[in-house]
Each structure stands twice: as C-alpha cells, then as structure tokens.
Nanobody, 113 residues
Framework: QVQLVESGGGLVQAGGSLRLSCAASGRTFNDYAMGWFRQAPGKEREFVAT?????SYADFVKGRFTISRDNTINEVYLQMNSLKPEDTAVYYCYANRGGAWFWGQGTQVTVSS
C-alpha cells in the first residue's frame, strides 16, 4: 500500500524558515515526479514545486523555497525560507507517474506577521 507522510509543518514568524519532509513507502519512487502543492483556507489547491529529472517552482516561491529528494530512502523535502503570512496553508506531498497520483494527508504551515 502506497503511503506518503508529511512532517515538519508548524507555526513560524514571518521571515522564518521551515523544512518539510515527505516519506514515501509502498513502492520505489525513483521514476516518479514528486513535489508539493498547498491549499490555503477558502482557496484551491495550488502547485508549489516539483522534482523529477528537473526542478520547477511556482513563481511565488522562486528564490525562497528549495525542493530536494533522496531516492535511497524515498523522501522529498521542501526547505522554505523567508516565509510570508501568505504562505500559510496546508502543504501536501505528491508522487506522480503518468496517470498514477498519490497524495499525503498534508501538514499545516502557519506564518504569523
């Protein structure tokens, strides 16, 4: 059974940093794209970052967030620096290959002003 479990969320002041982790299990994810979406209250889920053979970011996190992965232990990370109150959201880890999508349960990130 595939599972993605996020950790590392929490409450931080504006300008601070957090590092999210996502541990994947149930299969080998080396050939899956993995990454992060987020969903703020009252808003739709939006793309944040992805990593496969390349890396891409949403414009609103470029220069502040860094995505990385460790295929030896099936984990993906999101280092978030210079956090802003508008980054407050539930952050979801995903794994994707073709039509197969897997999601974590989400981790709350709250940035206070």
């Amino acid at each position: 059974q595939v599972q993605l479990v996020e950790s590392g969320g929490g409450l931080v002041q504006a300008g601070g940093s957090l590092r999210l982790s996502c541990a994947a299990s149930g299969r080998t994810f080396n050939d899956y794209a993995m990454g992060w979406f987020r969903q703020a209250p009252g808003k739709e889920r939006e793309f944040v970052a992805t990593i496969s053979w390349s890396i891409s970011y949403a414009d609103f996190v470029k220069g502040r967030f860094t995505i990385s992965r460790d295929n030896t232990i099936n984990e993906v990370y999101l280092q978030m620096n210079s956090l802003k109150p508008e980054d407050t959201a539930v952050y979801y880890c995903y794994a994707n290959r073709g039509g197969a999508w897997f999601w974590g349960q989400g981790t709350q990130v709250t940035v206070s002003s």
